[in-house]
């Protein structure tokens, strides 16, 4: 297969694309160096036609296919979306309606976090070729090896799509699922505003000072790795932010006493740059820091509970065929121990109906957990 590399031929490919009822997409690109992902190849299919764009074509636009990713018409469907909707989010297309496959494997009773290859061994009966996946993509010319496994990643998805969404229909689950999807294209999920970086992070204390220093470091670090275009890592660890917030340094002896930094940080030009930022924002902390309301101190969850329902949420899942991981969390179950009126998705919609109500019969002792060979059943106590 040859790459799309000219703007008639992307016009003629997204042409007969367009009156398609849903595309494949995936993507091919590389961020192991950098802040911003390197977007080395597009590949799209429907059930009739397939192609692979090269984005780094001298002169291509993109605009007809970001087009595609925006008409409401047309499902787009993925696997593991997040990094991919990134990709076009930046590029200004936002892709929706989205179906992504893997949450929708997780409804289909797949298990946690099902890989692309194993939906499709299951699924289609087929087994994948990976031996191209972590090959470099950005250079030219592209090897047939790539290119054919570039292009069945799409093809391949858009023979799964159609089963998944029946298998999921006939289960009366494809209502679950679409409500899930609309989170993938919640634009907050991919907010890149450094001064809203800090709320990424977990802070350890409260006091105005702490805070301040806190977010001061959070937005410097972001600001800083977009501007050279390196992984935030590389700039300052998560670790760092919080002896920084700690420490409150305002001078390069103070930083250099510090243990999650590199060493000769303080005086080098990021920490010189860090520092006048954290003296503007300590020199006035109520000013600078974010208005966080302390978490009220509430008594651990018991843990004879918490084990309780973790046992209920797995037979549970394991009964309806569908992730655990789907239903509630380790956190989630904490607060249902703790409250039954918590205010989480495993106490709404189709998941209160499945696990949440029962939840509280467990801890209100209206039901039991009984063993009826190697399963776990859910009975009803007689009052």
């Known amino acids: 297969m040859t790459p799309i590399t000219t703007n008639e031929a992307l016009a003629e490919f997204c042409a007969r694309l367009s009156t398609a009822p849903f595309i494949a997409v995936d993507t091919e690109f590389m961020r192991e160096t950098t802040y911003w992902p390197k977007l080395c ?18 002169g291509l636009d993109l605009a007809p296919f970001l087009d595609l990713l925006r008409d409401p018409n047309i499902v787009k469907v993925f696997h593991a979306c997040r990094q991919d909707v990134e990709i076009f989010v930046r590029l200004g297309a936002m892709p929706r309606p989205l179906f992504d496959t893997q949450a929708a494997a997780m409804a289909a009773g797949f298990g946690d976090q099902v890989s692309y290859d194993s939906i499709v061994r299951q699924m289609l009966k087929v087994d994948l070729d990976k031996g191209s996946r972590f090959t470099d993509w950005s250079r030219r010319p592209l090897s047939d090896a790539q290119l054919h496994y ?9 023979a799964l799509y159609p089963k998944l969404r029946d298998r999921l229909a006939r289960e009366n689950r494809l209502d679950w699922v679409m409500s899930e999807m ?4 919640d634009p907050a999920l ?11 992070l977990k802070p ?63 005086g080098s030009r990021l920490g010189l740059e860090l520092i006048e930022a954290l003296k503007v924002a300590l020199a006035d902390p109520e000013a600078h820091a974010p208005k966080l309301q302390r978490p009220a101190h509430n008594q651990p969850a018991p843990p004879s509970v918490v084990e309780l329902l973790k046992v209920l949420l797995k037979a549970k ?61 859910v009975v009803e106590i007689e009052g």
């Open 41 to 58: 190849l597009i590949q799209a299919a429907s059930s009739e036609h397939e192609g692979i764009i090269d984005p780094l074509a001298e």
């Open 150 to 158: 570039a292009i069945g990643d799409v093809t391949h998805l858009a």
């Open 182 to 185: 609309e989170d993938f294209v």
């Open 190 to 200: 991919y907010d890149t505003d450094p001064e809203n970086a800090w709320k990424r």
């Open 204 to 266: 350890k204390k409260y006091s105005a000072r702490y805070l301040a220093a806190f977010k001061t470091a959070a937005v410097w670090r972001e600001r800083a790795a977009q501007e050279r275009d390196q992984p935030r890592g590389r700039i300052l660890k998560d670790e760092a932010i919080d002896e920084i917030a700690t420490q409150g340094p305002t001078d390069v002896e103070a930083f250099n006493r510090m243990r999650s930094v590199p060493k000769g940080f303080g």
């Open 317 to 377: 899942s394991d009964n309806a065929g569908v992730a655990s991981k789907l239903i509630a969390t380790v956190a989630d179950l904490e607060k249902i121990a703790l409250s039954d009126d918590a205010d989480i998705d495993a106490m709404k919609g189709w998941r209160r109906q499945l696990f949440g109500e029962d939840a509280i019969k467990l801890k209100r002792g209206e039901i039991a957990l009984v063993l009826n060979g190697p399963r776990v059943e």
